[in-house]
């Protein structure tokens, strides 16, 4: 069993919708979590950095975290065509402790 | 400020043959990551290089060595390529806090 599990999708909504991304994971150690944004063939891109459970919103994105459950999400509102990227979550033990990701949920965000 | 700079964007090597890639960090950043990923998977954490030393270490073999120079900057070596050494290899620089930003990638190809 993988210690972060994540749907590796695609998922596909209309532009307008409520998109919701998830990722359980198995390692009670886990404090800090994180959701990167990457597009085809480049570096992931830093979306949410939270620590410990509770929610964080920023913008259209918000990231919530259940450590109770081991489960993470992130919602995207009004979900736009330029958010058709693969959405990978990472978390780790501690500060600046090497990152354990997920797979990626690619989605697709249809006009 | 550049963010993090990674070279070269791509190349292609033979097994057995030897590669360095290279890492400029981000402006203020002390700390360098490099990850491993393959197509279709989440990144793989190879090692963390802070203050000139390897602090952290995934579960990679001795062929994948690095360095950290006095300018933060860093390399990663890959010794007896072979061809499942073929991947995007990011690097990924960070500060005290730990929220860690990434470079576009290089892209390996091993034939």
């Known amino acids: 069993q993988k210690e972060v599990e994540q749907d590796p999708g695609p998922l596909s909504v209309p532009e307008g919708a409520i998109v919701s991304l998830n990722c359980t994971y198995s390692n009670s150690a886990f404090q800090y979590f994180m959701w990167y944004r990457q597009y085809s063939r480049k570096g992931p891109e830093l979306l949410m950095y939270t620590y410990s459970s509770g929610n964080k919103e920023d913008g259209r994105f918000t990231a919530q975290v259940d450590k109770s459950s081991k489960y993470i999400s992130l919602f995207i509102r009004d979900s736009q065509p330029s958010d058709s990227a693969t959405y990978l979550c990472?978390?780790?033990?501690?500060?600046?402790?090497?990152?354990?990701w997920g797979a990626g949920t690619k989605l697709i965000i249809k006009p | 400020d550049a963010g993090v700079t990674q070279s070269p964007t791509h190349l292609i090597k033979t097994r057995g043959q030897q590669v360095t890639l290279r890492c400029s960090p981000k402006?203020?950043?002390?700390?360098v990551s490099w990850y491993q990923q393959a197509l279709g998977q989440g990144p793989q954490f190879i090692f963390q290089y802070y203050e000139e030393e390897e602090r952290q270490r995934g579960n990679f073999p001795d062929r994948f060595s690095g360095h950290q120079f006095p300018n933060y900057s860093s390399e990663l070596n890959v010794n007896a390529l072979l061809l499942g050494d073929s991947a995007l290899y990011l690097c990924?620089?960070?500060?005290?806090?730990?929220?860690?930003?990434f470079g576009p990638g290089t892209r390996l190809t091993v034939t």
């Open positions: 402006s203020g950043h002390d700390t």
């Open positions: 990924a620089s960070s500060s005290t806090w730990g929220e860690q930003y």
């Open positions: 990472a978390m780790s033990v501690d500060s600046n402790y090497q990152l354990i």
